[in-house]
């Protein structure tokens, strides 16, 4: 029997420790065909969201997937982001957080384009977490 994977757990604990120390927590996600997300932010195929309380609205951080509404463009919008292509949660102010590896192949059917939801709030994307190399934000290590 396989065991429960651990990572929604572990982006529920991160996301409440940002929170309760005054940290904004963002998350990096490797789009595929079940992510639901702005298109025009999505860049190499990945993109970062906002997911404090100031910018998300019934945040349900899930076993399956992260749903949220935010508002782009003025507009509110539905977001809907799998678990497994969760590359890292991350504070905004200070980098620290956890990253997580994602699968080279997607599953049988999750291949495809994300669906467009809107646009970006105030006109500018998130900003990226620093990126050392290709495709890895930078993390600090969470004491």
Not at 9 to 37: H, K, M, S
Request: hydrophobic share 35%; proline share 11%.
């Amino acid at each position: 029997m396989e065991l429960p994977s651990t990572k929604p757990y572990l982006l529920r604990a991160i996301w409440e420790w940002c929170c309760d120390n005054g940290f904004t927590p963002y998350i990096a996600v490797q789009v595929d065909g079940r992510t639901r997300v702005p298109r025009e932010f999505i860049s190499d195929g990945q993109i970062v969201l906002n997911i404090g309380p100031d910018a998300s609205n019934k945040l349900n951080i899930g076993n399956d997937f992260i749903e949220f509404q935010a508002r782009f463009g003025g507009v509110a919008r539905q977001i809907s982001v799998p678990v497994p292509q969760v590359s890292a949660i991350y504070s905004r102010e200070n980098g620290a957080g956890m990253a997580f590896e994602i699968d080279a192949e997607p599953a049988e059917g999750e291949a495809g384009e994300a669906e467009p939801v809107g646009e970006g709030a105030d006109g500018e994307a998130p900003p990226e977490p620093p990126r050392p190399e290709p495709g890895r934000p930078k993390l600090q290590r969470i004491k």
